[in-house]
């Protein structure tokens, strides 16, 4: 089946240690994205791919890095730099055009 | 700059009644609208969108989105409501092709048997 695998579910780090999260898609999608959810304030976006090679910064990507070496794969780096790094990360692709996003079951990251 | 408001945080509904859940959004020009429902420690999964055409757009599960574009809304529907609705939702918009989308911060809707 076709789709976007997360992992881990669950990541559990000390604080100012750098950690990835994983983003993988067989979906065959040029575009991939990073959002950042948090109760009640919605999904944020912190980076975003259009094409391998390539990557823009969204509206929160302070604290973070990404890297588009791969069409499959997008993944993202929390840095020691990010103030409040708790949240739960969702990954997402699209095909070009209209299509709507689909998403992966989020990696939920606690930082004490 | 696009953005999307959803105004109520949380929506009940007793199980069978119809349910309505808001969204209005401002874009500077035609909007590329969607809905999305999450369950907890999940992705969000696609309902509905709106590109262009008929106002009335039916989706997954049961539910409905009328495009108003002088209201600029978007409101998700459903003529009767299942406990299994019983989710997280999303409204989304962008404002042009191949651009990120922007989400609302959700409505907490809770059917009651």
């Known amino acids: 089946d076709g789709g976007i695998t997360q992992s881990p579910k669950y990541l559990f780090r000390k604080e100012g240690q750098n950690v990835t999260l994983s983003c993988e898609q067989n979906?065959?999608?040029?575009?991939m994205y990073w959002y950042r959810q948090d109760p009640g304030q919605g999904l944020r976006l912190i980076y975003y791919s259009q094409i391998v090679n390539d990557f823009q910064k969204g509206d929160i990507a302070e604290g973070y890095s990404v890297s588009r070496e791969k069409k499959e794969s997008f993944p993202l780096t929390v840095t020691s730099a990010q103030k409040n790094p708790t949240a739960f990360y969702l990954c997402?692709?699209?095909?070009?055009?209209?299509?709507?996003?689909?998403f992966g079951n989020g990696t939920r990251l606690t930082v004490t | 700059a696009q953005s999307v408001a959803q105004p109520e945080d949380q929506v009940n509904v007793a199980e069978g009644n119809p349910l309505t859940v808001k969204c209005t959004y401002s874009?500077?020009?035609?909007?590329?609208l969607f809905w999305y429902v999450q369950y907890p420690n999940r992705g969000l999964q696609f309902l509905l969108k709106?590109?262009?055409?008929?106002?009335l757009v039916k989706g997954s599960y049961g539910f409905e989105a009328e495009f108003n574009k002088s209201q600029t809304s978007f409101h998700l529907k459903k003529p009767s409501a299942l406990v299994s609705d019983s989710a997280l939702y999303f409204c989304?918009?962008?404002?042009?092709?191949?651009?990120?989308?922007?989400f609302g911060k959700g409505t907490r809707l809770s059917v009651i048997a």
């Open positions: 874009v500077s020009g035609n909007p590329y």
């Open positions: 709106y590109i262009t055409g008929d106002n």
């Open positions: 997402a692709s699209t095909a070009r055009g209209d299509s709507p996003l689909h």
């Open positions: 989304a918009v962008r404002e042009r092709r191949n651009t990120p989308l922007v």
């Open positions: 979906l065959n999608h040029d575009a």
